[in-house]
């Protein structure tokens, strides 16, 4: 079969699956970089092939255990609809991929980004992330109708196709009524919808260079990690925290309960202070043993 005729059975089962669009398309470009990169059908794909696109140098561990689960999905697939005999991807080792530790803004900085000359609708992105905990394609996406001022709610479309319907923090119920009808931030250039979610990670890269912040860790998801950050520093149940970040495992919330490095360094500060010596008194212990 061509990589087309696989494409097609392979598109239609993660179609039956009901897999949100956004994974259907990372599956593909990766199984076609696969093809390309290697340069050899997917059919013919093995072991060792699979070892080496993964072993890239220019991928981050998160990317290479990405694109290990999609090897995995596609050719059990494969295998399980008899197009193949040997399932390759069952010879990948497991990819270690270090602890993932939140990278938040701190409140002195969101402070900055919205006064450093960022345009209105930057603005409202910033504080759409930082208040609701949405991601870049979320905040992209939102539309007027979304939002119901009287229930006090807005509707998510968010990772995994799901859809969510979380209360509004009282920044942003009082940013929703001075926004007009339709899409908050529609595309331009004449095209319909709304703006892509890199569109709105770029905007919130410049807000950040903008304010003069250098730590280039901080991202436009960085305001995400502070929403999660700030929610469980307060005290929040962590059960409530991750049904408002919307993460599927309580583990990946559990996340942002590790100490952060202010915390830590605010922890070192009971310990008493002491005056280093300036020598080692051997000499004058010695002497006084002596006596």
């Known amino acids: 079969m061509t990589n087309e005729e696989v494409f097609e059975v392979f598109l239609e089962y993660m179609r039956a699956g009901n ?23 997917l059919v013919e794909v093995k072991a060792f092939h ?15 255990a990405t694109m290990r689960n999609v090897f995995m999905a596609f050719y059990t697939f494969l295998c399980e609809e008899g197009v193949i005999t040997e399932n390759p991807a069952r010879r990948l080792p497991i990819v270690k991929v270090p602890p993932h ?32 905990g949405l991601r870049a394609a979320e905040v992209a996406a939102v539309h007027s109708d979304d ?65 003069g912040i250098t730590d280039h860790r901080l991202t436009g998801h960085s305001l995400r990690h502070t929403f999660g950050t ?35 360094r605010q922890a070192l500060d009971v310990l008493p202070g002491r005056e280093i010596p300036a020598t080692s008194g051997r000499v004058s212990h010695q002497q006084q043993a002596d006596q």
Do not use: C
């Open 230 to 264: 700030e929610l469980v520093r307060g005290g929040a149940n962590i059960r409530a925290v991750q049904e408002l970040m919307r993460h599927s495992s309580l583990s990946t919330t559990q996340r942002y309960t590790e100490v952060l490095d202010d915390d830590r």
């Open 19 to 41: 897999l949100a669009k956004r994974t259907i398309s990372t599956r593909l470009s990766i199984l076609t970089q696969l093809s390309r990169h290697q340069d050899v059908p």
């Open 147 to 211: 939002i119901d001022l009287h229930a006090g709610t807005i509707k998510i479309f968010g990772k995994g196709g799901r859809t969510d319907y979380l209360p509004l923090h009282p920044v942003i119920r009082e940013l929703a009524a001075s926004m007009g009808p339709g899409y908050w931030f529609p595309a331009r250039g004449g095209r319909d919808g709304h703006i892509r979610g890199n569109s709105v990670s770029d905007l919130l890269t410049d807000a950040r260079n903008r304010a």
């Open 101 to 132: 530790r939140p990278r938040p803004y701190t409140q002195e900085q969101i402070d900055k980004l919205l006064s450093s000359g960022a345009y209105r609708r930057t603005r409202s992105m910033i504080l759409l992330a930082a208040y609701q």
């Open 50 to 64: 699979l070892r080496r696109e993964i072993g890239r140098d220019d991928l981050k561990p998160a990317s290479k």
